[in-house]
C-alpha cells in the first residue's frame, strides 16, 4: 500500500510472482496522526485521495468525522442496498473508534465500511485500516494507516474467502533496514513532521508488531490481531504476509507454521483479556496486589512474587526518582503451585529489603525493562544466592525459567513482578516477555490507581481528622462521647462537626453542624464555621444570637454556603439547657428518671446562610443522668425512607441502657447504621447531663473595699476545708487574693462576686462591674503591680476572662491532686 507516491505499500503477492511483479500491483495506502484531543495533525496525500479531503480540510478537523469509526457494514442509505456484493462480518474486538478515543493502548487493525466525501451513491469505501497508539511527550497519540479493499479485490482479484491475510508494507531499498528507510519516509509523506518525531513513531511501530488483519475462509469474521508477535527468522520486517489464491497450491509448512503461530497469539491475548477484567476490582490496595499476583499463575507462570516500594504500599505519594541500592522493596504477596508452606521460610510475604546491586532483580528495578533468563543454570543460582544473607534460593530458583517484569506507572518503577516456571515446563521466551511486559504493564496502572486512591482516602482522613475536635469525655457537670462516620461517597470528605466548649460558670456548649455537599470546599467551610462558633460561644454569645451571627458570616463569606447548626449551652448548677436551630434535625433528650426519650420539639429556624430569618431559643430544665443526644442526618435519613422513620429509631436505640457512654453511642450507631443506602457522613454527640450538687457551690458577695480580700482568703480556705481538700488550700488563697485585689482596684460601686464550684478540679469565679477585660503587663524588678496576673497562669491549670454587658468574670481552674 503506498503512502501516496508508491513508496510504502501493502504487498498482495500471490505464490510463485516475483517481487519486481509485485512492485506493480501494490496499493495505496493513506498515513494518518492523530493527536491527543482527537484532532488530525498529519495528513499524508494517499489520505486524501483515499477519503477525498484535501490535507488543508483535513489537518485539525476530529479524526471520528474523517475516518471509518465502525466495522458494521450499514445499508445504504441512497437506496442502492450493495451488502450482498460485500460478505457481512461483525468486526469482534476494538473499532478504530475505540483507538480514537483512547481506550486501547495497543495495535489493532479492521476493516469498516464509509460513505464517500462527495455521499453520492455508489461512493462507498471498504477500507482496511491498522491503528498503532503512539506514546511519548509529544501531542500525537495515534498513526493510522488506511486502505482501499475495494482495489485489492477488483485489481489483483482476490475475494474475501482467498485473501487469507494483508498487513501494510513499505518500499525499501536493499542498503537501509526497513527502520531506517521507514524513519527516512515518513516527513517526506507526512508534511510538517521532523525527523525526531518519525523516528520515535517508526521505533513504536516496529516494537508493537504490524497488526495482521486475517480472514478465515469458513467464518469471514477479522480477528483481533496480536501487538507483539515475533517474526519467523528471514522475514523482513517491512515485508508483508503473502496471500494465497484459490487455484496455487497450499504451502503446507507456511501455512502450518502460521496457524501454531496465531493460535499461540490468540492464546496470550485471551490470557490478558482475562487478566485486564479480573485485576482492578477493587480500590483496595491489598486486595489489587492479591489480584494482580495470582492472576499469574497458574497460567502464565508457577510461582509469581510482587514487590512495591514502601511510598507505594503506603499509599504515599509518586515516589521521588528512580529506585537505587537503598530503595526498600515490600515483598507483598506469592503465589505459586508448589507443595504449601516451600516458599514461606525463604521468600515470606511481608519482608523489606534493598536488593543487591548485582542481581537480575536489581536490573529489572533500576532499568525498568524485563530481565528474561530462560533457565537459571546451577552457577547463576550460587550466584544470586550468593548475593543475599543467610538464605539459600538455590533449591528454589535453580533450572526454573524466570522472568522479572517492572511494574511502572507514567514513567516510574513502583516496584516489579518476579515469575518463574519449574524446568518441566517451557522455558520462558521473546513471546513471554513480550506477554508478562503487557501483563505487568496494566498491573502497573491499575496499582498505581489503587495508590492514588489510597493516597487521596489518607489525605481526606487526615483532612476531616485535623477539623474535628479532641473533644475532653469529662466536661463540667457531664460526660461526653463522640463518633464520627466518614462517607461511603468515594472521596469522602464531608461537611459534618461536633464540638464541645467550656464556658464560664462551669457551663458547656454542645455543638453539631452540617455543612451541604461534600468535598474540599464542605470541609474548609466547615472549618470556618466551627471556628467562628468557638469564638463567639467563649464570648457567652446567647444561643439565638450566635445563630444570627453565624448566619451573616455564611453569607459574607459567599452565596453557596448553606448549612445547618444546633447550638446548646448546658448550665449543670441551674439544671437547665438552652437550645437554639438553625434548621438541624432535633436532638432527642433521654429521661433518666423513667428511661423514655423524646424528640425535643424547638423552633426550628433556617438553614445558616439563608437570611432575612429569624432563629429563636428554648430553655429546657433538665435532671441528673439526663441524656442529650445530637446527630446530623447522614444517621437518620436513607435514600428511599422517611426521615420520621430514622428518627423514630434514633429515640428508641438512645433509650437503651448501656454501660457506658461508649456503649450508648455504639448502639445507636448498629442500631442505623445498618440500614441500607447510607452515603452520608455522620457526626453523633452524645452528653450525660451529671448537674453539679448545691452543696457543691459556694457564692459570696464582697465589697469593693481591699479590706476584703483578707476576708475572700478567709472564706476560700474554710470552704475547702470543709469539702476535704486541705492540700489544696495555699494555692486556692494566694490565686483568690491576686484575682479579688485587681478586682476591688478596678472594681465601681457594686459588689463583687465570689464562687467556688467542686467538680472534677476547683472553678473559681471572681466578677466585678469593670467591662474591660485584664491585660497581662510586664513587670520590672521593683514595680510593685503587675504580677497578679502572671503568678495565676503560672499555677492555675487554666484561666480566663470574659465580658457580659457591664460585668466581667475572671476565672481560673485548681487541679485536685491525689491525695488532696
Known amino acids: 500500500m503506498d503512502f501516496g507516491d508508491d513508496r510504502g505499500s501493502t504487498r498482495d503477492t500471490p505464490p510463485g510472482r516475483g517481487e519486481g511483479d509485485a512492485a506493480a500491483g501494490r496499493i495505496p495506502l493513506g498515513v494518518v496522526v492523530v493527536d491527543r484531543a482527537g484532532l488530525v495533525s498529519h495528513w499524508s496525500s494517499g489520505a486524501g485521495r483515499l477519503f477525498g479531503v484535501g490535507r488543508e480540510d483535513a489537518v485539525g478537523r476530529p479524526a471520528a468525522d474523517l475516518l471509518p469509526v465502525s466495522g458494521a457494514l450499514a445499508e445504504d442509505t441512497h437506496g442502492d442496498d450493495t451488502r450482498d456484493a460485500y460478505p457481512p462480518y461483525d468486526a469482534p474486538g476494538p473499532d478504530l473508534e475505540a483507538s480514537l478515543d483512547g481506550h486501547t493502548g495497543y495495535a489493532t487493525a479492521g476493516r469498516a465500511r464509509q460513505s464517500g466525501h462527495d455521499g453520492a451513491p455508489g461512493e462507498r469505501l471498504d477500507v482496511l485500516w491498522w491503528a498503532y497508539p503512539l506514546v511519548g511527550p509529544g501531542p500525537s497519540r495515534l498513526l493510522v494507516l488506511a486502505a482501499d479493499a475495494t482495489r485489492l479485490r477488483d485489481e489483483r482479484g482476490y475475494d474475501d474467502e482467498t485473501a487469507e491475510r494483508i498487513a501494510p508494507g513499505f518500499a525499501r531499498h536493499t542498503e537501509l533496514p526497513a527502520s531506517d528507510e521507514l524513519a527516512r519516509r515518513l516527513p517526506e509523506i507526512l508534511p510538517n513532521m521532523g525527523p525526531g518525531l518519525s523516528s520515535r513513531i517508526v521505533a513504536q511501530v516496529l516494537e508493537l508488531g504490524y497488526p495482521v488483519l486475517e480472514f478465515s475462509q469458513y467464518d469471514r469474521v477479522p480477528v483481533t490481531p496480536y501487538w507483539g508477535v515475533p517474526r519467523r527468522p528471514g522475514r523482513r520486517h517491512a515485508e508483508a504476509v503473502v496471500p494465497q489464491q484459490r487455484s496455487a497450491p497450499p504451502l503446507v509448512p507456511a501455512g502450518a507454521e502460521t496457524d501454531l503461530e496465531y493460535a499461540a497469539v490468540r492464546e496470550r491475548l485471551e490470557f490478558l483479556n482475562e487478566v485486564s477484567s479480573g485485576i482492578g476490582s477493587s480500590l483496595d490496595l491489598g486486595e489489587t496486589i492479591r489480584e494482580v499476583t495470582s492472576a499469574a499463575v497458574p497460567r502464565f507462570a508457577d510461582f509469581a512474587g510482587t514487590h512495591l516500594r514502601a511510598a507505594v504500599l503506603a499509599g504515599e505519594d509518586f515516589p521521588d526518582g528512580p529506585p537505587d541500592a537503598t530503595t526498600v522493596m515490600f515483598r507483598v504477596w506469592v503465589e505459586h503451585n ?195 462558633v468557638q469564638t463567639m460561644a467563649t464570648m457567652e454569645t446567647p444561643p439565638a444570637q450566635l445563630l444570627r451571627n453565624l448566619d451573616d458570616l455564611a453569607r459574607r463569606l459567599g452565596d453557596n454556603y448553606l448549612a445547618t447548626c444546633l447550638y446548646a449551652v448546658y448550665d449543670p448548677i441551674r439544671g437547665e439547657l438552652h437550645l437554639a436551630n438553625a434548621g438541624h434535625i432535633p436532638p432527642v433528650l433521654v429521661r433518666a428518671e423513667d428511661g423514655s426519650s423524646e424528640l425535643l420539639d424547638l423552633p426550628t429556624g433556617a438553614p445558616i446562610g439563608v437570611g432575612g430569618v429569624a432563629f429563636e431559643s428554648l430553655r429546657i430544665a433538665v435532671g441528673p443522668g439526663d441524656r442529650l443526644v445530637l446527630c446530623t442526618d447522614g444517621l437518620v435519613e436513607v435514600r428511599g425512607c422517611d426521615i420520621g422513620e430514622g428518627l423514630a429509631a434514633l429515640c428508641e436505640s438512645a433509650a437503651h441502657p448501656a454501660a457506658s457512654m461508649d456503649d450508648a453511642c455504639d448502639t445507636i450507631i448498629r442500631a442505623l447504621n445498618t440500614r441500607g443506602g447510607r452515603k452520608d457522613d455522620v457526626a453523633l454527640l452524645m ?134
Open 338 to 532: 508448589d507443595e504449601p508452606g516451600r516458599w514461606d521460610d525463604t521468600v515470606p510475604v511481608g519482608e523489606a529489603f534493598a536488593f543487591p546491586e548485582h542481581t537480575p532483580f536489581y536490573k529489572c528495578m533500576v532499568t525498568g525493562e524485563p530481565v528474561l533468563i530462560p533457565r537459571v543454570t546451577e552457577e547463576l543460582s550460587e550466584r544470586i544466592s550468593g548475593e543475599f544473607e543467610k538464605r539459600d534460593l538455590r533449591p528454589l530458583i535453580g533450572g526454573r525459567s524466570l522472568l522479572i517484569v517492572p511494574l511502572k506507572a507514567r514513567n516510574v518503577v513502583l516496584g516489579f513482578m518476579v515469575l518463574m516456571r519449574r524446568p518441566d515446563r517451557p522455558a520462558f521466551d521473546d513471546m513471554d516477555r513480550t506477554t508478562g511486559a503487557e501483563l505487568a504493564a496494566r498491573a502497573g496502572l491499575v496499582l498505581d490507581n489503587a495508590r492514588m486512591y489510597t493516597y487521596q482516602e489518607n489525605v481526606a482522613d487526615t483532612l476531616q481528622d485535623s477539623m474535628l475536635p479532641q473533644v475532653n469525655p469529662r466536661m463540667a457537670g457531664c460526660d461526653v462521647a463522640t463518633r464520627y462516620l466518614p462517607g461511603t461517597r468515594l472521596g469522602r470528605i464531608g461537611g459534618d462537626w461536633f464540638d464541645t466548649i467550656k464556658l464560664p460558670g462551669s457551663r458547656t456548649a454542645l455543638v453539631v453542624g452540617d455543612v451541604m455537599g461534600h468535598g474540599l470546599n464542605s470541609a474548609a467551610m466547615m472549618g470556618q464555621l466551627r471556628t467562628a
Open 687 to 820: 452528653a450525660r447531663l451529671n448537674g453539679i450538687p448545691g452543696d457543691h457551690v459556694a457564692e459570696w458577695r464582697l465589697d469593693p473595699d481591699p479590706r476584703e480580700v483578707a476576708r475572700a482568703r478567709r472564706l476560700v480556705r474554710a470552704q475547702l476545708l470543709d469539702w476535704g481538700l486541705p492540700q489544696a488550700v495555699d494555692t486556692a488563697e494566694l490565686l483568690v487574693s491576686e484575682v479579688v485585689t485587681n478586682a476591688v482596684r478596678h472594681a465601681g460601686s457594686e459588689p463583687v462576686g465570689l464562687r467556688v464550684i467542686l467538680a472534677d478540679a476547683l472553678l473559681f469565679e471572681v466578677t466585678d462591674d469593670e467591662p474591660a477585660l485584664p491585660a497581662m503587663l510586664g513587670a520590672g524588678p521593683y514595680d510593685e503591680a503587675g504580677r497578679g496576673l502572671r503568678v495565676v497562669s503560672r499555677l492555675a491549670r487554666e484561666w480566663g476572662a470574659t465580658a457580659s454587658g457591664h460585668r466581667k468574670t475572671v476565672w481560673f481552674e485548681q487541679t485536685i491532686t491525689a491525695g488532696t
